[in-house]
């Protein structure tokens, strides 16, 4: 049997490659996708941006269901018995449990971690993406059960967007009573509101964009910081100020990609506050030094960067899902599907943002 997937080939180019689906060793998976989303992260590997993820299969934000279980692969991560035809979501990369990090219980920074991903799909087992009829689950790939009440478009978003922002929101403390600022409410800025107004914090929300503003409501924001109102940095920080008691904020939360959010951040930030950021992932990005490093010393700040996440956040991920499914509008956050052969145009559609968040498809 054959399966197909999208093989970046060159800057802004893909083509649709058809294969002979993978033997599956003891211990893996043969998994068929049944929904993947564009990421941002995945229109930055189209341009070729990232040296890591050229020649690949592309895609990595996906739900899918098992279609052929490996000898002695029983269970999920978590122990629930498993069958084929069982929905999944996967961890998108791979903890190698051998490396420095591993070895030391820091799973998100597995050396190792990128390596499947990052390997040419010309060669077995050739599906290693999620913008595919299949994908392979190496042997040891965390992986957890999807319950039936969660919809596919649902959890579609949870192996990246969801548990990173649980995992982030983790890493910097932020719980009731907190003020909590978000700076972006793309789809991270939208689960990290969700998340933040369920931890029972003070949830503010920086954006410029209309549409966006409206669905950051929706998911829990408290208080909006409208850039399109307030269109400088001070109108912005005294803004928050106002929000918090003449304070700043305990936590700041950075999901925009942009340098200068995460100048804006130190403004914010109360004495002794946090910073997660997680948005600037462009090394090539200039940053002009607004601030002077002495801030960072003389306002005593915690400054995080979180890249991935500990792999059993995923599962985290799914029962916030499960909980907050009535609550929040999860199914709403892909605004568009495509089939595979459309991709190209998924991607510009997503890239243009007139399409928030497109869906792939493969049937
Ligand atoms: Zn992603
Ligand atoms: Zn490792």
């Known amino acids: 049997m054959k399966g197909r997937l999208v093989a970046l080939v060159g800057p802004e180019q893909v083509e649709l490659h058809e294969y002979d689906l993978p033997e599956i060793p003891p211990g893996g998976a043969l998994l068929k996708v049944r929904r993947a989303n564009v990421c941002g992260s995945d229109l930055h590997i189209w341009h070729f941006l990232s040296v890591a993820f050229r020649d690949i299969a592309m895609g990595h934000e996906f739900v899918a269901e098992i279609a052929v279980l490996g000898e002695g692969l029983t269970t999920d991560s978590a122990g629930q018995p498993l069958q084929v035809g069982d929905r999944v979501a996967a961890v998108y990369y791979h903890t190698c449990l051998k490396c420095a990090p591993c070895g030391r219980g820091d799973f998100s920074m597995c050396a190792n971690a990128v390596n499947s991903m990052a390997l ?51 890493q910097v403390g932020v719980r009731r009573g907190l003020n909590v600022v978000i700076q972006g409410a793309g789809g991270l800025g939208l689960y990290a509101a969700a998340v933040a107004n369920r931890s029972g914090a003070n949830v503010i929300v920086v954006e410029k964009e209309a549409v966006r503003i409206e669905s950051a409501k929706v998911f829990g924001a408290h208080h909006i910081v409208d850039m399109s109102e307030l269109t400088t940095s001070q109108e912005r920080t005294q803004r928050v100020l106002e929000l918090t008691d003449g304070v700043g904020a305990d936590v700041i939360i950075e999901v925009t990609g942009r340098s200068e959010a995460f100048a804006e951040a130190i403004e914010y930030a109360r004495v002794g506050a946090s910073i997660a950021s997680v948005g600037n992932l462009n090394v090539g990005e200039k940053f002009e030094l607004k601030f002077a490093p002495a801030w960072i010393t003389r306002k005593q700040l915690r400054i995080v960067g979180v890249l991935r996440y500990d792999p059993w956040y995923l599962r985290d991920a799914i029962d916030f899902l499960a909980d907050n499914r009535d609550r929040f509008p999860f199914d709403a956050l892909t605004d568009r599907e495509f089939t595979m052969d459309q991709i190209t145009e998924a991607l510009e559609l997503s890239e243009a943002r007139i399409v928030s968040r497109a869906a792939i498809i493969p049937a």
Do not use: R, W
């Open 120 to 170: 040419p799909p010309t060669s077995p087992p050739h599906f290693n993406g999620a913008f595919a009829t299949h994908y392979y689950l190496s042997p040891g790939q965390f992986f957890y059960k999807v319950p039936d009440e969660i919809s596919d478009a649902a959890v579609a978003g949870a192996n990246c967007g969801l548990a990173q922002m649980i995992y982030s929101l983790d």
